[in-house]
């Protein structure tokens, strides 16, 4: 292993666009063989930053074992979730000790044996990598679809399992949209739905781009070769999947961009029939839709970035009466309906609030009250129209997961399950609080931190800054066991609510994209000097991370204002803007436009991104210590983007602090899969940053 820090090679390499002429001597490391990465040279300099990584954290492997028997210490081995009532089973998903997938389970509510559904960790068996997408069950509870992606690409194989024997189904699907990320047991997840009488599953099918614009019908027990196209998007900058109402009645196929939707009802006992469609797409206009009986429940923004629910008959969906008017302090995320009665989901001034509605209008809603003045909390799994008790969950950045029932009739609510911490937390060691900070433009900018209950507010302690703020994701002020490693070694960890989330509604959204995308970066970088201002810490000890859109966060204030931070952390960073947003045939960009501008048309959107693009503004000056990490099969940000921007910085800037590249040559975008194999990767990160503050002790 070597401590030399690998130089990639310079190749001239430029275009010209809107006048402009950009010098790209890093082009090389995209493989022009993508999706496949074969070249010798590209794959030459990913494993000379890889081994240059681990001869770097050699002398750190200490600490990062110590830190990662910590993380895992605080993770119950046989974790399992609380069993939730579905028809005539109760269904869950469970942990083995030392397991690094789950497996699936139901018992039937009448009485008998538990029955093992899907057995991930049989299936994740020799695969480096391995994740669920999307678990459907048929209405009549015999049959399982379920799908899987075994090399991070996030290309699903559908496949079917009876439920009534051992066998696995012959049919297999390849190419199938999923939905990245966790999955629970319900009606329906992700891009994959039966119909009521089981007989038809409707999916997504992603293109050679990545792009989901096909939905497919499949006949059980049919070569899936000769499935039906049920729906095609000619637009590439929408994608569609297929959900349900809650009642089960219709299939709800939705046509979307980042800021546009359009959505079609079929009916779940037959998905040929000709479909009704709810409004025409409007750009600008998004809305969602349940159904209760023959009203259409559309929650929509159509007025107000803040939301607003409407109803309609489904007999003539295009009549929408407005049932509950736009609110300038609640933000409306979210609308489900049940037979007696609906919940409405939003956050009120930043906090999250449930509210029971009734279906009369006259009667008042009931919201439910929680404990804490800051906290995250929302409606889980409830698969059933006929629900009478809701479960929901619940967290703050000091209390665990707590898993509620909340008895719709009575109010009361009942606890089911706290997250356990096997090697013990005590709640009083650490204290909570919601700051606001003034940015530059005079905007208010809330912040949650936590820190330990005897912090001095002398400046003298690190504090760790977390921040997303694109696509109008907000970070919840929510619990993290791992987070507790940096807390208990005198760190404070803050959440930046900056501009680009939708923190406190969707205009909060807006002002952070497009045109205004500067305010993301400004909001951060003010927050942080705040936080020094108020003593919180003092410039050169804040550790920042972002991820993804959170990476180019990274990129832009690293650029910006490299003196405040002591280490940066930036996982699958999308850092190379410019280049990505010019090229239409990468999976992702025709539908990012809207997000971040189309530089191919827009001389403007061309002169902005470039003005920010992390990778293009890399100048020579001294950055602080980073650690940046990419993944070889990442479809969302592809591995030349954080290998382009090390390999610029390595050779641009003028300081002798540690940059290190480390990329995952058999993952994608979420890093590792496996429950602990995560845990060692982010055991690094906190080691990097330990190390680089002089905290590693």
């Not at 910590?70 to 998903?93: A, C, F, H, N, T």
């Not at 206009?285 to 559309?298: K, P, Q, S, W």
């Not at 309906?337 to 509605?357: A, K, M, P, S, T």
């Not at 129209?385 to 809701?390: F, G």
Request: aromatic letters at 12%; hydrophobic letters at 35%; a negative charge.
């Amino acid at each position: 292993m070597t401590l030399t820090p690998p130089v990639a090679a310079t190749r001239a390499h430029s275009f010209t666009r809107h006048g402009v002429t950009v010098e790209d001597p890093y082009a090389w490391l995209r493989d022009p063989g993508y999706p496949e990465v074969t070249d010798r040279d590209v794959l030459g300099y990913l494993e000379a930053e890889n081994a240059y990584f681990e001869a770097q954290m050699a002398p750190r492997r200490a600490l990062v074992d110590r830190l990662y028997e910590e993380m895992r210490g605080r993770i119950k081995e046989d974790e399992s979730s609380v069993p939730q009532k579905d028809g005539d089973y109760l269904y869950w998903s469970a942990f083995e000790t030392g397991g690094e997938y789950r497996r699936w389970w139901r018992r039937p509510v009448a009485g008998g044996a538990d029955e093992l559904m899907l057995d991930e960790p049989a299936l994740a068996a020799g695969k480096e990598y391995f994740r669920v997408g999307a678990l459907a069950i048929s209405e009549d509870g015999r049959v399982l679809a379920y799908s899987t992606d075994e090399d991070g690409s996030e290309r699903y194989t559908i496949r079917f399992k009876s439920l009534t024997g051992a066998a696995t189904l012959d049919e297999v699907i390849p190419g199938a949209a999923g939905k990245w990320g966790d999955t629970s047991i319900e009606g329906t997840i992700g891009n994959i739905v039966f119909t009521s009488d089981g007989r038809f599953l409707l999916y997504g099918l992603t293109d050679e781009h990545w792009r989901t614009r096909t939905i497919k019908v499949h006949r059980l027990g049919t070569d899936p070769a000769t499935d039906t196209i049920l729906y095609y998007e000619d637009d590439p900058v929408f994608s569609v999947g297929v959900s349900e109402t809650s009642d089960r009645r219709w299939i709800v196929l939705s046509a979307s961009s980042h800021d546009t939707s359009e959505i079609r009802l079929y009916p779940a006992d037959d998905p040929f029939a000709a479909p009704i469609l709810v409004a025409p797409r409007h750009a600008g206009r998004e809305y969602d839709v349940d159904a209760h009986g023959e009203t259409l429940f559309i929650h929509t923004n159509d007025t107000d970035p803040m939301w607003r629910l409407v109803t309609a008959p489904v007999a003539a969906p295009g009549e929408w009466s407005e049932r509950i008017a736009p609110s300038p302090h609640f933000y409306m995320t979210g609308v489900e309906c049940y037979r007696d009665f609906f919940v409405v989901e939003g956050r009120e001034d930043g906090l999250d609030q449930i509210e029971i509605h009734a279906y009369d209008p006259a009667a008042a809603p009931r919201r439910i009250a929680f404990p804490e003045a800051s906290y995250t909390a929302g409606v889980g799994d409830n698969p059933e129209y006929d629900q009478r008790v809701l479960r929901l969950g619940y967290e703050s950045m000091v209390t665990p997961g707590t898993v509620y029932d909340y008895d719709v009739a009575t109010g009361a609510l009942e606890v089911l399950k706290v997250q356990e911490i096997p090697s013990g937390y005590d709640a009083a060691r650490y204290a909570t609080e919601r700051l606001t900070i003034t940015a530059r433009d005079g905007t208010a900018v809330p912040v949650s931190i936590v820190y330990p209950h005897d912090f001095p507010r002398d400046g003298s302690r690190p504090l760790f800054l977390y921040a997303y703020g694109a696509y109008g994701h907000a970070i919840p002020p929510g619990f993290s066991t791992g987070r507790l490693s940096l807390l208990d070694r005198g760190f404070a960890y803050a959440i930046a609510h900056i501009r680009g989330g939708d923190d406190l509604g969707q205009q909060w959204y807006h002002d952070g994209k497009l045109e205004k995308r500067a305010n993301t970066f400004t909001d951060f970088v003010d927050v942080a000097r705040a936080l020094v201002e108020q003593r919180w810490t003092s410039a050169g000890r804040i550790a920042i991370a972002g991820r993804s859109a959170g990476g180019e966060l990274m990129g832009a204030v690293v650029n910006s204002d490299p003196d405040l931070w002591g280490a940066v952390i930036a996982d699958v960073p999308f850092v190379d803007v410019l280049n990505t947003m010019l090229d239409e045939t990468l999976p992702l960009t025709p539908g990012e436009w809207p997000e971040w501008g189309n530089p191919i048309e827009d001389a403007a959107a061309f002169h902005l991104i470039r003005g920010y693009s992390p990778y293009d503004n890399v100048r020579a000056q001294a950055y602080p210590p980073m650690f940046i990490s990419g993944g070889l099969n990442d479809p969302r940000v592809t591995y030349w983007e954080p290998a382009k921007w090390a390999a610029k910085l390595r050779a641009t800037k003028t300081d002798d602090n540690l940059l290190l590249l480390k990329t995952n040559m058999g993952a994608g975008h979420g890093g590792k899969s496996g429950r602990f194999e995560s845990l060692r990767e982010a055991a690094e990160e906190h080691a990097f940053v330990l190390w680089q503050l002089g905290v590693d002790s």
